[in-house]
């Protein structure tokens, strides 16, 4: 990379200079990609379709959103994973992407309720497998008209809710008070620290956990190869890793961010990016944490419904929040890490579920989403 030409780029240079249909590209935005958060809720006569359009904006692995849509029985929705979407090198018995399903579940729930419809989920109704997620349901949701379902205060943060990747301002501590009502939205499994020396040493661990992930060729090109750069390519791809705004616009037609220079370990591109992500995880100001007594698929579930709820009540307090799972995950290249990381968060045994940092940022955009109609199979006959 031409460093001049990358901090000209910085300057914003380019974004100034460019005219015409040059211009034009750089500073598009991915509008369709972004229209599932407007639409939520809006223009719906079926209850299942209203829900699930608040649901598909639930936070999962990699923005993978890995669900597909049953609607052929009357008055219920049988969710199935798209085993395409999975993540074989990062997440190799599925563990993270069947939070992310439990995630999607329980703001399904959440939305319905606001709509007064109690659900009832059947999970795994025709088994499970430990080793990898297959062809079979993960859930049958069953919708019942309840007049008297009580509607989830945490519902009205779905559309402030983010993954919040941004280094965190360390001038502003988290109040242990606001830990404590964040660990009250969930019954039990989770714990918390802003304690400085506990919060260094887990900013240690996740610096190092992130590195190792990088620095290993086959979990770090399953995630360059999600990358989607630009608005283009965001908008024929509306899931993965995505890199928008005039910046990286200007930076990919200019040719300084491909996915090449990124995987090239001696390129700039690379060591400017290895420098951005340890950056974040040496910003956290608290740690938030989930444990499950096992590991189960039906665990693993109801860590994501979990997962969502501390995800709302964070965003009720104003708080950032990035999910730093790296060190939970099971390849061996981290066996060492995965280890020390039980050792800290779940001492008397268990599964520690997800860790992530928390701190105050400005705010950023949503993800771009797959519309819902592109995730129904089938639907009422």
């Not at 563990?95 to 579940?105: E, Y």
């Not at 995800?311 to 061996?332: F, I, R």
Request: charged fraction near 25%; glycine fraction near 8%.
């Amino acid at each position: 990379m031409n460093r001049r030409k990358f901090i000209a780029l910085m300057g914003g240079g380019i974004v100034l200079a460019a005219g015409g249909a040059a211009g034009y590209a750089i500073t598009r935005q991915p509008e369709d990609a972004l229209k599932p958060w407007a639409n939520a809720g809006v223009s719906y006569s079926d209850p299942r379709k209203k829900a699930l359009s608040y649901a598909i904006l639930a936070p999962n692995p990699h923005n993978r959103q890995p669900w597909l849509i049953d609607l052929s029985r009357p008055d219920q929705m049988v969710l199935f994973v798209d085993t395409d979407r999975l993540l074989p090198h990062t997440d190799p018995f599925n563990r993270q992407i069947t939070i992310g399903l439990g995630c999607f579940l329980e703001l399904l729930r959440m939305a319905a309720a606001d709509d007064g419809f109690d659900v009832v989920f059947d999970l795994f109704p025709e088994g499970e497998d430990a080793a990898r997620l297959d062809q079979r349901p993960v859930a049958i949701a069953t919708f019942i008209k309840d007049p008297a379902v009580k509607r989830d205060p945490l519902f009205a943060h779905v559309f402030e809710r983010r993954s919040l990747k941004e280094p965190y301002d360390m001038t502003r501590p988290v109040a242990s008070a606001a830990l404590a009502r964040i660990e009250d939205t969930i019954p039990e499994g989770v714990g918390s620290t802003n304690d400085p020396v506990r919060v260094d040493e887990l900013r240690k661990l996740t610096h190092e956990a992130m590195r190792i992930e990088v620095e290993t060729p086959h979990t770090f090109k399953e995630s360059v190869d999600l990358f989607r750069i630009g608005h283009a390519e965001i908008e024929a791809n509306p899931d993965g890793i995505d890199f928008s705004g005039p910046l990286f616009e200007g930076m990919h037609l200019t040719g300084l961010f491909t996915r090449e220079q990124t995987l090239d370990t001696s390129s700039s591109a690379y060591a400017q990016g290895m420098d951005a992500v340890l950056e974040s995880a040496d910003t956290a100001m608290a740690h938030i944490w989930l444990v499950t007594p096992g590991n189960t698929r039906i665990d693993q579930i109801h860590a994501g419904r979990d997962w969502l709820r501390i995800n709302l009540a964070t965003t009720a307090e104003g708080l950032g929040t990035q999910p730093m799972s790296q060190a939970l995950q099971e390849y061996s290249e981290m066996a060492g890490l995965y280890e020390k990381t039980h050792a800290m968060l779940a001492p008397e045994g268990g599964t520690v579920q997800m860790l992530a940092r928390l701190g105050y940022a400005a705010p950023v955009p949503p993800s771009p989403r797959w519309p819902l109609d592109a995730k129904i199979i089938r639907n009422t006959v």
